[in-house]
């Protein structure tokens, strides 16, 4: 580390080039380990037809944080996503629209863990094609989701 007195007699400490690159790379390689195994992904149903459908969550050994439901629906309608297949419990408030609806959660609202599901429904008419997004990431490393 390089010292440098100032004309006040101050004493401070510089990192040097050398430093500042070693310490940057190491940076760096936290970010890449944190980020390895992370991957946005889609996953749609078209030509669905039904008023009510299972959305599958991820397959063994993955987690999802999920970002958005969006559907197209044959009427307008209210478009709800739901925890459970008996449609009691709500993942989110409804979205009402005209003939397509989307719903979105923040950081980490909704983490769906291996053999999950979520249910989409919608008050009149019938679900025509779905899209879920989602950050998806190795179950064991759940605590990196965003």
Not at 1 to 13: I, N, P, R, S, T
Not at 15 to 42: C, M, N, V, Y
Not at 72 to 101: E, F, I, K, N, R
């Amino acid at each position: 580390m390089a010292k440098f007195v100032l004309d006040f007699g101050m004493e401070v400490d510089l990192l040097t080039k050398g430093e500042l690159d070693q310490s940057l790379s190491e940076a760096q390689a936290s970010w890449h380990a944190r980020a390895a195994g992370t991957d946005f992904i889609t996953r749609t149903q078209i030509g669905v037809d039904e008023s009510s459908l299972q959305l599958p969550g991820p397959e063994s050994g993955w987690a999802w944080s999920v970002k958005m439901v969006s559907a197209a629906l044959s009427a307008a309608a209210v478009l709800s996503v739901w925890w459970d297949a008996q449609m009691t419990l709500p993942a989110a408030p409804p979205a009402a629209s005209a003939t397509s609806g989307v719903i979105s959660w923040g950081s980490d609202s909704l983490v769906l863990k291996p053999g999950r599901a979520l249910y989409a429904s919608t008050s009149t008419g019938t679900i025509t094609s779905v899209l879920v997004a989602a950050w998806q990431i190795p179950a064991e490393r759940l605590g990196l989701l965003r």
